[in-house]
């Protein structure tokens, strides 16, 4: 069975500065995804970056890049030029590559806060 | 824009009553997924279902069942609620295939009293 940890229950920014959110995975697999979701206040989870295991370069979105070290089973994202809109509940998530029917294994959350 | 629908933002329900969660769906995923977040435990699987009338148990599956008649709808059923349901339930739908995003819905958050 796979799991996810975030060690960071809770975290905080000033606008316009850069923070990074942790995320330890332990898995047998050796081809499986990861992404990170972010659920404001509203509630609406939606997806923020993906990473495929097997692609070395780590991916980027915008002001979201993120830091996957494979040996290590760490996802972090980092998230530059903090706005108050990133204000959100942020959950790191594993996916098997085959047979999984797309179930995600989320890891506990960190509420990330933005400061004006 | 796709969409998730989940029938109820919020409910209240009493001990032992039977307690249905709806879900809709317009993107014509063959996923779709009932998942339960708490504080500290994150979102964990109750069932998932990847055809018409095709359910599979997940890591929290005591205590519900699923319903799956037509491909856009996934119903959650609580046989007798219990105060320990009292908690947000997401549904979520995705195409088949690796790295496929999960589309969300907005929750309901149920309390049993």
């Known amino acids: 069975a796979q799991t996810v940890t975030q060690s960071q229950p809770e975290m905080s920014v000033q606008e316009a500065e850069t923070v990074t959110l942790s995320c330890t995975y332990d898995t047998s697999e050796n081809n499986y995804y990861l992404f990170w979701y972010k659920q404001p206040p509203s509630r609406q989870m939606i997806l923020v970056i993906r990473?495929?295991?097997?692609?070395?370069q780590n991916a980027t979105e915008n002001r979201f890049s993120v830091n996957f070290q494979k040996a290590a089973k760490s996802f972090s994202l980092k998230i530059s030029d903090s706005q108050l809109g990133d204000t959100a509940m942020y959950f790191c998530a594993f996916m098997k590559h085959r047979t999984s029917y797309g179930k995600l294994t989320f890891g506990q959350g960190t509420i990330l806060t933005v400061h004006p | 824009d796709v969409k998730v629908t989940q029938s109820s933002r919020y409910l209240v329900k009493r001990t032992g009553e039977k307690v249905f969660l709806e879900c809709v769906q317009d993107?014509?995923?063959?996923?779709m997924f009932w998942y339960r977040q708490d504080p500290g435990l994150g979102l964990r699987l109750i069932y998932f279902s990847y055809d018409v009338k095709m359910k599979e148990k997940g890591d929290i599956p005591e205590g519900y069942s699923v319903s799956r008649e037509k491909k856009e709808r996934f119903s959650l059923i609580l046989e007798s609620a219990s105060t320990n349901q009292t908690s947000m339930y997401l549904c979520?739908?995705?195409?088949?295939?690796?790295?496929?995003?999960?589309?969300f819905g907005q929750g309901t958050r149920l309390t049993v009293v």
């Open positions: 979520a739908s995705s195409l088949p295939g690796g790295s496929t995003e999960a589309f």
């Open positions: 990473q495929e295991a097997y692609k070395q």
């Open positions: 993107m014509d995923h063959e996923n």
